[in-house]
């Protein structure tokens, strides 16, 4: 079973940019679909952006224009690149990967936007 281990959070001021990777434990090609899901405080966990291993991505409408989802198969790694941020875009992301018919999860990354 695939293993994933995101980075990149940290703390950014509204408007600012972040890159967060998800690095995989062994390629990623074959993988059906990889995503993007974060979870604020006292909220439930949500999408954020998906991508299938044809390249078709998706993105909650909350992130539309701001977010963009990629992938580096020569990597193993899925990438969200997150600009404009807003506040209430802190949260914790977390990176999944539909691999076989289970889903596994990362430990996540914490993102703070500060006004």
């Known amino acids: 079973q695939v293993q994933l281990v995101e980075s990149g959070g940290g703390l950014v001021q509204a408007g600012g940019s972040l890159r967060l990777s998800c690095a995989a434990s062994?390629?990623?090609?074959?993988?059906?679909?990889m995503g993007w899901y974060r979870q604020a405080p006292g909220k439930e966990r949500e999408l954020v952006a998906t991508?299938?291993?044809?390249?078709?991505?998706t993105y909650a409408d909350s992130v539309k224009g701001r977010f963009t989802i990629s992938r580096d198969v020569t990597k193993n790694t899925v990438y969200l690149r997150m600009n404009s941020l807003k506040l209430e875009d802190t949260a914790v992301y977390y990176c999944?990967?539909?691999?076989?018919?289970?889903?596994?999860w990362g430990q996540g990354t914490q993102v703070t936007v500060s006004s």
């Open positions: 991508i299938t291993k044809f390249g078709s991505t």
């Open positions: 999944r990967a539909t691999d076989s018919g289970n889903y596994v």
């Open positions: 062994r390629s990623i090609f074959s993988i059906n679909a």
